[in-house]
């Protein structure tokens, strides 16, 4: 401790620490291996080289959302759910107790400066006995406690690492953002199927209602069995199970939107119920128009999708975290220091002439520590292996994910028109069925089974547009669509 005497080198001192501090703000070396991207694990085009005949256009990661979804109702669902959805909400509160994590770290590379007082009654040195006189010292002023002099980039390998880890957690709000649009959107499609199937399931049963009524009147006229009678009522029967079914469905469904939505589905946001229709074409699914997209390189992933530069922030993290293991074997620099007011009595503790300050430093080199070191340094390369492997399974997947998509798109098309036609030529065939019974040349048995198949391939219909139309979703999303809104953030 010094006292104002040695005032002139008191602020000599407290020079010098500054200087030291600057010095070694910017002098640090850094044991961080240097980041390398690994090679991605994937063929260089999808299979049967689909991007080649992918159509040109707008890569999905840079349409939003808004473009790609144009009808008002859908965007007004997609807006609340970004607004009210847990999911989403949690991974913007992720970001922020990252922030504030990194923070804590980054200010680990500064000294912390407090204001502190002490105070302290000791025997005086020599005196001994219950008879012995006291001393006592009282100082206040600014203090610097156990600073580390980072020469090695410990402390700032863990700050890059934390921020590794936040900015992985931004690229992870993008994520649950982008499946979070794509649920919605396929919900509202799943919706607008369900319409569809009971516009078709309605006409369908009005259809065997007036059949089995036609039946019946014929038999008790005798001019049919009760075979005809039981079969159509059969059918008309299987009509209102199916019905049942998809009211059900229906519920279901705008339950798992309301849940995406994190509120009740509003009324004037849900898709207007379908009139019957009169003939295979399924207006309300038919107009939702959803772009085509170009597929581009497998290449291309490693920067479109946020799971993936999430896993590459993963593995900066992992990088650095062996940074600061291999600083661990470096002695570790530590400086105490305070500068202030000292005085033997309290009341003379802000008196003039009690200046006073302290400056101590401390060396402290690793020696034994029982292999601690080393197994932390082992456990930090392990975890950089493991963080490679995660991002390559994330770049397989997301290969996988697009290959399925376009698998669907190559097939769904084709799979849609063989299926209009099939339902064109059983609506013929009931028809037709129908002619000849009344004609009395074909059993009712024949009436029936078209019935039957007209049923069926109307809903395959409906369902394989829906499919085709939810692909086209799936497609943009695992192509990195859907973070962006208008204001391209």
């Known amino acids: 401790m010094r006292t104002a005497a040695q005032h002139p080198r008191a602020q000599s001192m407290a020079r010098l620490t500054m200087w030291v501090l600057a010095i070694a703000s910017v002098t640090g070396c850094s044991f961080i291996p240097t980041h390398v991207r690994p090679?991605?694990?994937?063929?260089?085009?999808?299979?049967?080289?689909?991007?080649?005949?992918?159509?040109?256009?707008?890569?999905?990661?840079?349409?939003?959302?808004?473009?790609?979804?144009?009808?008002?109702?859908?965007?007004?669902?997609?807006?609340?759910?970004?607004?009210?959805?847990?999911?989403?909400?949690?991974?913007?509160?992720?970001?922020?107790?990252?922030?504030?994590?990194?923070?804590?770290?980054?200010?680990?590379?500064?000294?912390?400066?407090?204001?502190?007082?002490?105070?302290?009654?000791?025997?005086?040195?020599?005196?001994?006995?219950?008879g012995g006189s006291i001393s006592s010292t009282y100082t206040a002023g600014l203090q610097i406690t156990s600073y580390e002099f980072d020469f090695f980039g410990r402390v700032r390998s863990l700050s890059q690492a934390q921020l590794a880890q936040f900015l992985g957690t931004e690229e992870a709000r993008k994520t649950v953002q982008i499946s979070l649009i794509a649920s919605v959107a396929n919900s509202w499609l799943a919706l607008l199927a369900d319409d569809e199937l009971l516009a078709v399931t309605r006409q369908t049963l009005a259809t065997r209602e007036e059949s089995l009524k036609l039946t019946q009147l014929k038999f008790d006229n005798g001019a049919s069995s009760e075979l005809d009678v039981r079969q159509a009522q059969s059918l008309l029967e299987g009509a209102r199970v199916a019905l049942a079914q998809q009211l059900r469905q229906r519920?279901?469904?705008?339950?798992?939107?309301?849940?995406?939505?994190?509120?009740?589905?509003?009324?004037?946001?849900?898709?207007?119920?379908?009139?019957?229709?009169?003939?295979?074409?399924?207006?309300?699914?038919?107009?939702?128009?959803?772009?085509?997209?170009?597929?581009?390189?497998?290449?291309?992933?490693?920067?479109?999708?946020?799971?993936?530069?999430?896993?590459?922030?993963?593995?900066?993290?992992?990088?650095?975290?062996?940074?600061?293991?291999?600083?661990?074997?470096?002695?570790?620099?530590?400086?105490?220091?305070?500068?202030?007011?000292?005085?033997?009595?309290?009341?003379?503790?802000?008196?003039?002439?009690?200046?006073?300050?302290?400056f101590a430093p401390q060396l402290v080199v690793p020696i034994f520590d029982a292999g601690r070191n080393q197994a932390n340094l082992d456990a930090a390369q392990v975890g950089r292996d493991i963080a490679v492997a995660q991002y390559e399974r994330a770049v397989q997947s997301a290969f996988r994910e697009v290959a399925d998509a376009l698998a669907g798109r190559a097939t769904l098309g084709e799979q849609l028109r063989a299926q209009q036609a099939q339902a064109q030529a059983e609506e013929t065939r009931t028809r037709l069925a129908d002619l000849r019974y009344r004609n009395g040349a074909s059993s009712y048995l024949d009436v029936l089974d078209a019935q039957r198949s007209l049923f069926t391939a109307q809903q395959a219909v409906v369902q394989t547009q829906a499919a085709e139309r939810q692909n086209r979703v799936t497609l943009y999303k695992v192509l990195g669509g859907g973070w962006k809104d208008a204001a391209g953030k």
Not at 44 to 69: L, V
Not at 289 to 308: E, K
């Open 251 to 358: 519920a279901l469904d705008e339950n798992a939107l309301a849940l995406l939505l994190g509120q009740p589905v509003p009324a004037e946001a849900l898709p207007a119920p379908t009139a019957a229709p009169s003939n295979v074409a399924r207006p309300a699914l038919a107009e939702t128009v959803l772009p085509d997209l170009p597929a581009g390189l497998p290449s291309d992933l490693l920067n479109r999708r946020p799971d993936i530069r999430q896993a590459e922030q993963q593995l900066i993290a992992a990088s650095a975290n062996i940074g600061a293991a291999r600083a661990a074997f470096f002695p570790r620099i530590t400086l105490s220091t305070s500068i202030g007011s000292a005085s033997t009595e309290l009341s003379g503790l802000f008196k003039s002439g009690s200046f006073a300050w302290s």
């Open 39 to 130: 090679d991605a694990p994937v063929p260089s085009t999808y299979p049967g080289d689909a991007s080649a005949a992918a159509p040109e256009g707008e890569a999905a990661a840079d349409i939003e959302w808004q473009r790609y979804f144009s009808d008002p109702r859908l965007q007004r669902l997609i807006e609340i759910a970004l607004q009210h959805n847990r999911d989403l909400r949690i991974a913007v509160l992720n970001i922020e107790q990252a922030r504030a994590q990194y923070q804590v770290r980054r200010a680990d590379e500064w000294p912390t400066v407090n204001a502190g007082a002490t105070a302290s009654r000791q025997p005086r040195v020599g005196d001994s006995g219950s």
